[in-house]
């Protein structure tokens, strides 16, 4: 027994390792005082990249504003088509509703590169300038099935009698969805929109073949910069971010602790 959980430790503490070093190398060449692209010599604490990461409005941080708008208008517009989507496939079921389904959640499954090229020769097709709007249409397109996925299996959970109950009390179907479904399903929409928020600041192929020379995602920035050494600027917006995402699960995790606390009392 006390050589399992001796296992069970090592192999816990090998698995973080692999997940969290990476992380935490970022973090330190952050504060590197050393100025050479090519080399990852720790010379010193220094916070000149950051500084030097403020001072560059029209580089990464430029390119930072550009992925998040995009991600703002890509998973707003892929949240309410989703958890349309979902609650109207959850409620009813007609001959070709699995069909359907599948067809939802396809892009998801298709490779980025097969789908970035079907988008270029469709937007080409159709003569649509190059620029936000292909990069939102493509996105959308790709982050409504996360969504729609997560929307889906919550609704699964959710006991349908309430909205009937709704219903019988004079509740109007719109109110019901209101008052009643999205209360309950909210959940799984934050989860979903989450997920394609990540997806979409994350994605490089898709964004790659559908931008234009006036919009430069985030990754297409840094991607552009490797030929002459990436600069020690990334790791420093790479920390920030991971600082931002580290309070904000922290934030919601004290929320919810909070709350299960009330109930408990």
């Keep these: 027994m006390k050589r399992k959980r001796i296992f069970a430790g090592i192999f816990l503490a ?35 990249y950051y500084e030097q990461l403020f001072r560059d ?32 496939m959850a409620r009813r079921k007609f001959r070709f509703s699995g069909a359907i389904e599948g067809l939802a959640t396809f892009p998801a499954m298709i ?27 493509s996105h959308v397109t790709f982050c409504i099935p996360y969504i729609f996925i997560v929307v889906k299996g919550r609704l699964a959970g ?3 009698e309430l909205p009937e109950a709704a219903r019988d009390l004079g509740a109007g179907p719109v109110r019901t969805f209101l008052t009643v ?9 934050l989860s ?9 600041m994350d994605d490089f192929v898709i964004s ?25 600027q990334v790791n420093a917006l790479s920390t920030l971010m991971i600082g931002v995402v580290f309070l904000t699960v922290a934030f919601f995790r004290l929320i919810r602790r909070n709350k299960t606390i009330r109930r408990g009392e």
Excluded: H
């Design 14 to 48: 090998v698995v973080l390792a692999l997940l969290y070093l990476p992380i935490v190398v970022v973090a330190v060449f952050s504060f590197n005082e050393n100025t050479n692209r090519f080399t990852y010599n720790f010379t010193g604490f220094s916070l000149q």
């Design 57 to 88: 409005t029209k580089g990464l941080l430029a390119a930072l504003w550009q992925s998040l708008k995009l991600a703002l208008y890509s998973c707003g517009i892929s949240a309410v088509i989703g958890t349309l989507g979902a609650v109207g």
């Design 111 to 137: 490779p980025e590169i097969i789908l970035a090229m079907a988008f270029l020769a469709m937007f080409s097709a159709v003569g649509l300038p190059f620029g936000m709007l292909t990069l939102v249409l």
């Design 158 to 160: 959710m006991d349908p």
């Design 181 to 189: 479904t999205l209360p309950l399903i909210f959940p799984g929409v």
């Design 192 to 200: 979903g929109t989450l997920l394609a928020f990540a997806m979409s």
């Design 208 to 232: 790659y073949f559908v931008t234009g020379s006036r919009t430069t995602t985030l990754p297409i920035k840094i991607y552009a910069s490797v030929r002459t050494g990436v600069s020690l």
